[in-house]
């Protein structure tokens, strides 16, 4: 391990969530803490022809309160959440880009499908009308870096950028790359990721994953490790976080909101759900030896939750394996099964619900979920109240990346640290 | 293909393309520059593309955003 | 215990011949290869000129399956990094140690746009049948598959991810793998990045903003970087592949060292996604930030391998930059631009032109800039025109520069540099 590595663990000062179930933290959380069901007919794809109708749309989110009218003809969707979540986020951090040295503040996010909605457009026009007709803004619309881009230049943070599409997982690793930035000296890092899937071209494109839920019922469309888990609800949303240098942090008296005290990642091969039972396992044990820790300290786990009988087992099998006789006791949940799965940025609002539950003690329930197949304490109904210090955030993506993510209430003692 | 175009319609032909607001009166200003309107260079080939498909501008006809809207009023076909 | 990043292989696909030798011998030779677009009917396109791989994938060494089920982008990732696998010969190594870190610009674009023009039946369909999409048409949608396809030919269980930052993609996911290293969350990474975006809906897309070079009467001097009568990048596809090691494992093992992975660091405009200011602040800066981290003075570099892409604002851009970094030496320090041979690959290029600059460390050679013919005042820097030159290099700089404002740089060095 690298010596810079003790003792400067990045701390979360500021998050933005734009959800199917809350558009900012103050919607977020008390939709997530009450278990509010958010998946619904997808109302952007009319008609659907699809087999998959039942999604988390992110509802009453106009751009033009969000994003300048010159960018929103410039940019996608997913685009207009990440920037409607920095803004949040730098908002709720109450960091201004502007007091910061010049080339100390950037921007990463995760991705995984892009601008789609804007790319289907132009690439219409093209196949239809001819390639005169292609716009100048498909070249920075449609791309994954569009986000980073563009909440670079929207915020003037002339810092770091980079964009990871690492699967569902990558919306944890970007929280691993941006704390390689703050352990080489940058102060500050917007974190996260944003997808808006939901034209005909990306749901064509998902629909082969076989991974999608086909239940018409919103109720029961996602209902991850119970008898019924017959896939997920894919979603549309995003969130951003500051996360700073701990002592900058502290420099400028900012609120704390949690620690970001270790990662680990790895990878088990496409479509082998059987072998990520290992690597979680695996990430988790390496994210807690980062942050200093042992499973012991493990006080709740947000789950991966693919909802796929075969992914649901590995998890469970990986819990077991990681806590021992203690998985059986650690609150474990999966908040995203009320709004469903929003591919890269599903990992980061599981993050940011992580931080949410620190600051408030309380882990959320899973909602729509009545029973659990397995030997887990699985949160459901009402949130649980629990003196919250360390969790743990697991994610897996499609294509076989397994992450873990341990956050730590800022009053914790600081033993590690990414 | 229709080629007459008013200050007005060019306007709004501009914000559609840009999404900057543009008036018809900005529009024939000498002393206004489409940097000035806060419309760039990806914004002005998108509106040049789209009056040389619909409305008669050369193929070869440039503009940048140092120069003024009443520029690119003064190549559309008819009024030079 | 510093924990610094040794190549210990290097596999390239690119337009002029596959693999290392041919890549190496074309880039010395000053020959272009660049030519009319065979690759669909550019009829109608402003720019119809790009640098094409003679690529097939049978004779490259990939089966049945493989064809069938990888992108064009895949199969180039996959022959490199076979390639480069094959030279660092890393043996038997810890699994969960070996990591991948790809990048990709544009990804799956090509799967994309061929499954859009079926589903659609040719754009004529907003809602799209997606019971005329390929099985592999998933694959398409996130590059996340890029960095899964070479990770199971290699078998590693590591971190794994696509880096995806746009044209400096290249650059960035080798830079983000050698801090896998770096920060000890892996020995071995196989870093690279790969493209294959010479497709209509591309091409057209960098049509409408002028960014391509419309010479179509003479393909092959059309990329003019830092020449006067430039007139924009030509299109290039293709990918390259680093083994990456921790350089006391490949010390032990006793492995050929190439090069050393110094620096890497990664700066923002904050200012336009597609304009670069007139002073090239940001890139010196990233640069600079490289170098320190390289513990590596301005004054040691032997060679800049520039992004050179063609374009007005950029060589200019590139200029300024250059002469910030180097100050009253610039002049002395020779800066060339392979794209003027291969074109601009976009997310792969960075990779490849690493790999150019290995090449250049081991041999003692620094490329050249084909076509240029008539100096541009505004570029006056030695860009070692048409003849490859010969000189003992200890450290060489390669920079990048994307939509976004994204400015990358990487600094190579000897291997035995302590």
């Not at chain 1, 990430?283 to 980062?290: I, Q």
């Not at chain 1, 006791?329 to 949410?356: H, N």
């Not at chain 3, 591309?202 to 092959?220: E, G, H, K, L």
């Not at chain 3, 640069?287 to 004054?299: E, K, M, N, Q, S």
Request: glycine content about 12%; some cysteine.
């Amino acid at each position: 391990m690298s010596p810079a590595r003790t003792g400067s663990a990045p701390v979360v000062t500021g998050v933005g969530v734009i959800a199917p179930n809350g558009l900012g933290v103050g919607e977020f959380w008390p939709a997530v803490r009450d278990g509010h069901l958010a998946l619904a007919p997808i109302g952007r794809l009319e008609p659907n022809p699809y087999p998959v109708t039942v999604a988390g749309e992110v509802t009453g989110f106009e751009p033009a309160g969000w994003v300048e009218p010159r960018i929103t003809v410039q940019t996608d969707r997913f685009t207009h959440f990440a920037l409607a979540a920095a803004d949040l986020a730098l908002r709720d951090a109450a960091l201004d880009p502007a007091a910061v040295e010049p080339f100390e503040f950037g921007v990463m996010t995760a991705g995984y499908s892009g601008g789609v909605e804007f790319g289907q457009r132009e690439i219409e026009r093209l196949w239809r009308h001819g390639p005169e007709h292609v716009g100048p803004y498909q070249s920075i619309a449609w791309f994954y870096a569009a986000c980073s881009g563009q909440v670079s230049i929207g915020n003037g943070l002339r810092g770091p950028s980079g964009v990871l599409v690492a699967d569902e997982a990558g919306g944890l690793d970007i929280f691993a790359a941006a704390g390689g930035e703050l352990r080489r000296g940058v102060r500050a890092m917007l974190v996260g990721g944003a997808e808006a899937p939901f034209c005909p071209y990306a749901m064509c494109c998902q629909l082969g994953l076989g991974l999608l839920s086909t239940s018409g019922d919103p109720a029961t469309a996602y209902q991850p490790f119970t008898k019924r888990a017959g896939g997920f609800a894919p979603a549309e949303g995003g969130a951003m976080l500051v996360v700073e240098n701990a002592g900058a942090a502290h420099r400028r008296g900012a609120t704390v909101q949690a620690v970001v005290a270790g990662h680990g990642a790895t990878y088990t091969g496409r479509r082998r759900f059987d072998r990520s039972a290992q690597g979680l396992l695996r990430a988790a044990a390496g994210a807690l030896a980062e942050a200093g820790l042992t499973p012991d300290d493990v006080d709740a786990v947000f789950l991966d939750a693919m909802a796929d009988p075969l992914a649901d087992a590995a998890e469970a099998e990986a819990l077991r394996l990681l806590l021992g006789e203690r998985a059986s006791r650690v609150p474990v949940t999966a908040p995203k099964a009320g709004y469903g799965r929003s591919y890269s940025a599903a990992a980061v609002l599981d993050v940011a619900t992580a931080v949410l539950a620190l600051e408030h003690g309380l882990v959320p329930p899973t909602p729509g979920v009545r029973e659990c197949r397995f030997d887990l304490d699985l949160v459901i109904g009402a949130a649980r109240p629990v003196d919250l210090r360390t969790v743990l955030v697991l994610s897996r993506g499609v294509y076989g990346g397994n992450s873990a993510l341990v956050l730590r209430h800022p009053e914790s003692p600081i033993s590690g640290g990414m | 293909m229709d080629t007459r175009l008013s200050p007005d319609d060019l306007a709004a032909l501009i914000s559609r393309c840009t999404g900057v607001p543009v008036t018809g009166e900005q529009i024939t200003d000498p002393d206004r520059t489409f940097d000035d309107l806060g419309v760039d260079s990806l914004g002005l080939m998108g509106v040049l593309a789209e009056l040389q498909r619909e409305h008669g501008v050369s193929k070869n006809a440039d503009l940048r955003p140092h120069q003024s809207p009443r520029e690119l009023l003064a190549l559309l076909p008819g009024r030079a | 215990m510093t924990r610094r990043v040794a190549v210990t292989g290097l596999g390239v696909v690119a337009p002029g011949g596959i693999g290392t030798k041919a890549f190496w011998e074309l880039i010395t030779s000053g020959r272009t290869a660049t030519r009319p677009i065979t690759l669909f009917d550019p009829d109608g396109f402003r720019s119809r000129i790009a640098a094409e791989c003679d690529f097939d994938p049978v004779h490259a060494g990939l089966t049945t399956a493989e064809i069938t089920r990888m992108d064009r982008y895949v199969q180039f990732a996959s022959v490199a990094a076979d390639e480069a696998w094959r030279q660092a010969q890393v043996g038997v190594t810890d699994p969960w140690r070996l990591g991948v870190c790809m990048g990709s610009a544009v990804g799956g674009t090509t799967l994309l746009e061929q499954d859009y023009v079926a589903t659609s039946q040719r754009g004529q369909q907003w809602v799209v049948d997606a019971g005329a999409a390929s099985p592999f048409l998933h694959c398409a949608l996130s590059p996340a598959t890029l960095a899964a396809e070479v990770a199971d030919r290699v078998g590693a269980c590591g971190p794994v991810r696509t880096v995806s930052s746009g044209c400096t993609a290249g650059l960035d996911a080798v830079g983000h793998g050698a801090r896998l290293i770096e920060d000890g969350q892996a020995d071995v990474v196989v870093a690279g990045a790969s493209e294959s975006p010479i497709s209509p809906i591309t091409v057209a897309c960098f049509d409408a903003i002028r960014a391509t070079s419309a010479r179509n009467d003479d393909p092959a001097h059309a990329a003019r970087p830092f020449d006067r009568d430039r007139d924009g990048f030509v299109l290039g596809e293709g990918a390259a592949v680093l083994v990456l090691e921790e350089l006391d494992h490949a010390r032990r093992r006793g492995a050929e060292v190439l090069a050393q992975v110094a620096g890497f660091a990664t700066r923002s405009n904050a200012h336009h996604m597609t304009g670069l200011t007139t002073e090239g602040v940001e890139m010196a800066e990233a640069a600079r930030r490289a170098l320190d981290h390289a513990r590596v003075a301005p004054d040691e570099i032997g060679y800049v391998n520039a992004h050179g892409s063609g374009t007005r604002q950029n060589d200019r851009h590139e200029t300024a930059a250059f002469h910030r970094l180097l100050g009253e030496r610039a002049h002395q320090v020779p800066v060339s631009s392979i794209k003027s041979m291969i074109g601009h690959s976009l997310g792969a290029i960075g990779s490849i032109e690493l790999a150019a600059c290995a090449l250049a460390l081991v041999h003692g050679v620094v490329p050249p800039t084909a076509n240029l013919e008539t100096p541009d005042p505004e570029c006056d820097l030695d860009y070692v025109p048409h003849t490859a030159r010969e000189r003992r290099l200890d450290v060489v700089l390669s920079v990048g520069s994307g939509f976004g404002g994204f400015q990358s740089a990487v600094v190579l060095t000897r291997p035995e540099r302590s």
